[in-house]
């Protein structure tokens, strides 16, 4: 497809099952982020790819939160023992090189609300 | 003091009015800055980049002011279609991560 394509959509489940969250980027696309976005806050910052290799994981919440991007492209965000706190938006954006300045702008996709229960 | 700063709103102005958003952010060796703008319920997408020199896109003027670490959007002659949020983002010096502000509403009516 054209854009950032993400799934599911929406997904409910309950406290204490794991989830995950999938993320196709922009055909291409080098750099691959997610981010978490809670109402009337701006997107912030889980973890980032270059390629397959993860550059930064530095905004996970915990160890309960993993991610993968084992091909370059297709990426996986885990959440494990889901909390009801984990609920939110998912996000994750695609953009051709983040260590280019001229390919630094971020692609986002429509998002995955989980919702915890 | 998180790493960028907005005021989150909401702006309340008529159609035809002139706004202005700051931004401000905490790492003076940010490199690259942008706004983007994202609508309820959808994704963020890109509305502007920022360069040192300023620049303007229509109705819409960007600043960047390196001294006092702040970023700026200006909309002249708002329209009903520019009720949105805006975004700030910035590249943090040595990092590759955009991150952005908590976004400011802007409510545009008739």
């Known amino acids: 497809g054209a854009g950032v394509s993400q799934s599911p959509r929406y997904k409910v489940t309950k406290r204490g099952q794991d989830v995950a969250l999938r993320c196709d980027p922009i055909?291409?696309?080098?750099?691959l982020y997610w981010y978490r976005q809670a109402l009337g806050q701006g997107p912030e910052f889980l973890t980032y790819?270059?390629?397959?290799?993860?550059?930064?994981k530095s905004g996970l919440p915990n160890d309960r939160f993993s991610a993968e991007r084992p091909e370059g492209s297709i990426s996986t965000l885990t959440i494990q023992r889901t909390e009801q706190r984990d609920s939110a938006m998912y996000r994750c954006a695609s953009s051709l090189l983040a260590t280019d300045p001229a390919g630094t702008e971020a692609f986002f996709g429509q998002g995955t609300r989980l919702t915890v229960v | 003091r998180k790493e960028v700063e907005q005021d989150p709103g909401p702006f309340n102005v008529p159609e035809g009015a002139t706004v202005a958003f700051n931004c401000t952010y905490s790492n003076s060796a940010s490199q690259s800055f942008f706004w983007y703008r994202q609508d309820c319920r959808k994704e963020p997408k890109l509305l502007m980049s920022?360069?040192?020199s300023g620049n303007e896109d229509g109705r819409f003027t960007a600043q960047l002011n390196r001294a006092s670490q702040y970023i700026s959007l200006l909309i002249r002659d708002s329209k009903l279609s520019d009720s949105a949020t805006y975004l700030c983002v910035v590249n943090p010096g040595g990092s590759y991560i955009p991150t952005f502000g908590r976004g400011t509403s802007l409510i545009v009516h008739p």
């Open positions: 920022v360069y040192s």
């Open positions: 790819f270059n390629y397959e290799a993860q550059q930064d």
């Open positions: 055909s291409g696309h080098v750099s």
